[in-house]
């Protein structure tokens, strides 16, 4: 390590969170924001969902992706935003001090805070315990889009997609695309996981949808030739291919934090935050989807807006290290509590709600205790995947410091 470089804000990853940050962040007069993003070009992954519809809501009409990122590139660089791309943050330092890697070398960076922004990616297959032969030809998504629409390639002609979420439906759209139609569409859950409204959309695409399948297994030698599994009935199904895509299970890119000094959440599996958005090293602010698995794009942008508030009031007025309690998920139907810390103070700007997710369908009272009392309390009827908000745990409600716990009702 030679040099020391500075900056006031450095946001790690120019996603959508990432630059939405930025932009908002300059927009409060923070000066000195610097977004750093290892791939060639900043925009993270709407650069390679080569589909509708990206921006409604935060640029007022529908964009395929890639002109949704260049349309958030083009608002973080005319607010004032400086970008530096091809640069990857290898280390997270105590008090906003960053690891750097760039084309000249090593380096590290002095901030006074620092954004996490480093999104969220699919399951590979090894975490997804795949079964079979490990043949060529198996990929996620995401790496599917980035060929056909960054590269212009056409890995497949007939492949067969794994998973039934929102990215999922979207494989069928990147399949057509690129001139390749899906085999088969195939979900081990009991049901599909995308909303009702889309669920025909294999059907119109002729594309044949199977739920409920087990032992799933890959076969080929050299490239993928097949892939079975056992259906509803008992019944083994052999499905020919030349592909299979993994789609969906996504998971926050959480390497970084692994080798910090940060702690992560085994629920969300991304840092643990307090409800200003501050990891436990108050210096480090996150935001998008490395939150929590998964948001959409409007919804990262948006969230990115409220964070850029509380780090230009943090920027000026520090809360500092403050007493806390926790709270958590002490359902096992109930997979994550976000966020995972109350800091005890009434500092202003704190999120008004609770995010949460459930691994199973569940129909019940969700409720917050905290030394015996319920602090919370909500009716939920939900799915995997599924978007739930509740109240934010009220201070007044808490009493003296203890942890909060939270379970639902059936
Ligand atoms: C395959 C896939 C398909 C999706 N399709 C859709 C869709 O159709 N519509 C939708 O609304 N949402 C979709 N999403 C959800 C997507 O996460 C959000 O749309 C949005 O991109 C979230 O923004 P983000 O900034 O949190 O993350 P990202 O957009 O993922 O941005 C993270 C950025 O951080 C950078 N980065 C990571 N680590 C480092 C590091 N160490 N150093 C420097 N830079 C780093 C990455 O290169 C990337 O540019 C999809 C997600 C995936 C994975």
């Known amino acids: 390590m030679s040099d020391v470089l500075n900056c006031n804000v450095a946001i790690v990853g120019g996603g959508t969170a990432g630059l939405a940050l930025a932009t908002a962040l300059r927009a409060q007069g923070v000066a000195d924001v610097v977004v750093l993003e290892r791939d060639v070009e900043a925009g993270g992954v709407p650069r390679h969902c080569g589909h509708y519809p990206f921006g409604i809501r935060e640029l007022g009409r529908a964009f395929k992706g890639p002109d949704y990122a260049r349309a958030l590139v083009r608002n973080a660089k005319a607010a ?28 590290e960076l002095q901030a006074n805070r620092v954004a996490l922004c480093t999104g969220v990616r699919e399951s590979s297959r090894a975490q997804r315990f795949l079964s079979g032969t490990r043949p060529q030809g198996v ?16 890995p497949f002609k007939r492949p067969v997609i794994l ?4 990215v999922s439906f979207s494989a069928i759209m990147t399949c057509r695309h690129g001139g390749m ?61 030349d592909g299979v895509i993994i ?12 080798a910090s000094h940060l702690d992560v959440d085994a629920g969300t599996g991304g840092p643990v935050i307090d409800q ?35 780090m230009a009031r943090d920027l000026s007025d520090p809360i ?10 002490v359902d096992p139907a109930l997979r994550f509590v976000l966020p995972q810390r109350i800091a005890l103070t009434d500092a202003a700007g704190a999120m008004t709600q609770m995010q949460m997710r459930v691994s199973e369908p569940v129909s019940g009272h969700l409720v917050a205790m905290a030394a015996g009392n319920t602090v919370m309390s909500q009716f939920i009827d939900s799915r995997p995947e599924r978007r739930i908000l509740t109240p934010m745990v009220s201070l007044s409600r808490l009493g003296q410091a203890q942890d909060v716990e939270v379970k639902i009702l059936r």
């Not at 990929?139 to 056409?154: E, H, I, S």
């Not at 789609?247 to 934090?257: D, I, M, N, T, V």
Request: proline share 5%; aromatic share 8%.
């Open 276 to 310: 200003y958005g501050r990891a436990t090293d108050p210096s480090y602010f996150v935001t998008g989807n490395l939150l929590r698995p998964v948001e959409t794009s409007g919804w990262c942008w948006r969230e990115a807006g409220e964070t850029a508030r509380r």
């Open 163 to 166: 998973g039934s979420e929102l």
């Open 181 to 241: 139609r899906a085999a088969a569409m195939i979900e081990e859950g009991p049901r599909v996981t995308v909303r009702n409204f889309m669920r025909p959309y294999a059907a119109l695409k002729g594309v044949p949808l199977f739920t409920g399948a087990r032992d799933l297994r890959i076969h080929g030698h050299r490239e993928v030739e097949a892939i079975s599994f056992t259906n509803r009935r008992g019944v083994t199904e052999m499905i020919e291919t």
């Open 139 to 154: 990929l996620t998504t995401g790496a599917l889009q980035a060929m056909v629409y960054l590269n212009g390639k056409r």
């Open 320 to 329: 500092g290290r403050v007493p806390f309690v926790c709270q958590r998920s």
């Open 247 to 258: 789609s969906g299970q996504f998971r926050p890119e959480a390497a970084l934090l692994h």
């Open 80 to 107: 004032g935003v400086e970008i530096r791309s091809g640069v990857t943050v290898t280390a997270l330092h105590p008090n906003a001090r960053l690891g750097l890697n760039t084309a000249e070398g090593n380096v």
